[in-house]
């Protein structure tokens, strides 16, 4: 059987949905995926996946100036169609949300699939417009609380609305859900009324150093390094604080940080750091293939992973750092989100949570697991272990191929 998966966004920006489709197809499932492209340094990434795939792809350009014109005027024009109707529709809900998601709907309905999967609010939209167009079911993956995803969503009223419309209408009709934190589920069954099956962001075992890896002795010469990634660098991602407690630990240590960054962002950091006396200043590194991260964490003295609570989403989702970090055998620093402290105590000594508010003592805190005999090594020990026995992709897919299965009445 066929099953077709959808995002409004860049394949290598949807690490869920390339998982999704690998664990499918090694399943037996035909399996294409119907993507955007917004930002063109991210083709080479993109081609990184794809040729490295067992499905096909088919990608929507959004780049091209003779698309991103007429795109804009009519998403404006949605934006005052759902700001002012009481009932906008779908459609108009979708467009307004997102300019490239209805543009989605024609290549997925046209793949013919028996199943239809959304990624991102916009998928959810494309995949049941697809889906009802070919008289089959859809299912939608919720990544995010997208009711509460980013402050400028939550501060639009055309976004709120269209984010409502979408989601009260369409979770419903849905064969299956699933989505990537406890406390997430929690909220949408309390919203909408459903109950998400939880799909942790953890990765396949494959993507993992073949043995656990050492870091380098921590020296003033050679300071520890405290690593982060992401596509973006850049603020609200707690970078700011975690500079604060390196500025206050004993331990030398440096912060790396690896994805696209502004000059202006990079400037501003470094001046940050300058100012609270760091001694060693940040370092940036350049993005790379998405299935290489487990890897390039793997030598990091510790993985940080500081979301801020700046909007309800980010207290309460599990990114893919904290399971990338646990995979390659290297701690995690959590900031003290609702559900990083509901995690913590199945990580054990694989993570700390810190308190962002008092630097003193999460610099202590820090200090501690780096300069303390043996306690690094536990710490390493415990998320090698974590990774390989629990919080893998190997393990949590049965989930996903579960929910697959019986959305399609059993038949592979």
Request: proline residues 8%.
């Amino acid at each position: 059987m066929k099953i077709c998966l959808i995002t409004p966004g860049h394949v290598s920006s949807t690490p869920r949905l390339v998982k999704e489709a690998d664990a499918l197809a090694e399943a037996g499932y035909k399996v294409s995926v119907v993507a955007a492209r917004h930002f063109e340094p991210v083709d080479a990434l993109d081609e990184a996946v794809i040729s490295r795939s067992r499905w096909e792809c088919h990608r929507v350009d959004a780049v091209s100036r003779a698309r991103v014109l007429p795109s804009k005027v009519a998403r404006k024009l949605a934006q005052a169609w759902v700001t002012r109707r009481a009932h906008p529709g779908i459609r108009m809900a979708a467009l307004a949300e997102d300019a490239v998601t209805l543009r989605l709907v024609g290549p997925a309905a046209s793949q013919k699939a028996d199943l239809y999967v959304g990624h991102c609010l916009g998928g959810l939209a494309a995949a049941a417009l697809a889906a009802q167009a070919n008289r089959v079911p859809f299912g939608f993956d919720i990544e995010d609380f997208h009711d509460g995803e980013t402050e400028g969503a939550m501060g639009r009223a055309y976004l709120v609305k269209a984010a409502k419309v979408l989601q009260s209408t369409l979770l419903g009709k849905a064969r299956y859900l699933t989505s990537a934190a406890p406390l997430i589920s929690e909220r949408y069954r309390d919203i909408y009324g459903v109950a998400p099956a939880c799909v942790l962001n953890v990765f396949p075992l494959s993507e993992a150093p073949a043995a656990p890896v050492a870091p380098q002795p921590i020296t003033d010469d050679a300071p520890a390094v405290l690593y982060w990634f992401s596509q973006t660098v850049g603020p609200d991602r707690g970078l700011e604080e975690m500079l604060a407690v390196i500025a206050r630990m004993k331990t030398p240590a440096c912060l790396h940080l690896r994805g696209f960054v502004s000059e202006a962002y990079r400037n501003a950091l470094s001046r940050i750091a300058a100012d609270l006396g760091v001694r060693h200043p940040p370092v940036f590194l350049p993005p790379a293939e998405p299935q290489e991260m487990v890897r390039l964490s793997a030598a990091a003295h510790a993985g940080i992973c500081m979301e801020k609570p700046v909007v309800p989403n980010r207290d309460i989702c599990l990114t893919n750092k904290i399971f990338t970090y646990i995979l390659a055998g290297t701690p995690a620093l959590l900031s003290p989100t609702s559900a990083h402290k509901e995690l913590a105590p199945s990580l054990g000594d694989s993570a700390l949570v810190l308190p962002l508010s008092d630097p003193e003592k999460a610099a202590k805190a820090v200090d501690d697991l780096l300069g303390v005999p043996d306690a690094l090594a536990v710490a390493r020990a415990a998320a090698w272990r974590l990774g390989h026995e629990r919080y893998c992709w190997d393990i949590e897919k049965a989930v996903v191929l579960g929910q697959v299965a019986a959305a399609l009445g059993g038949r592979p």
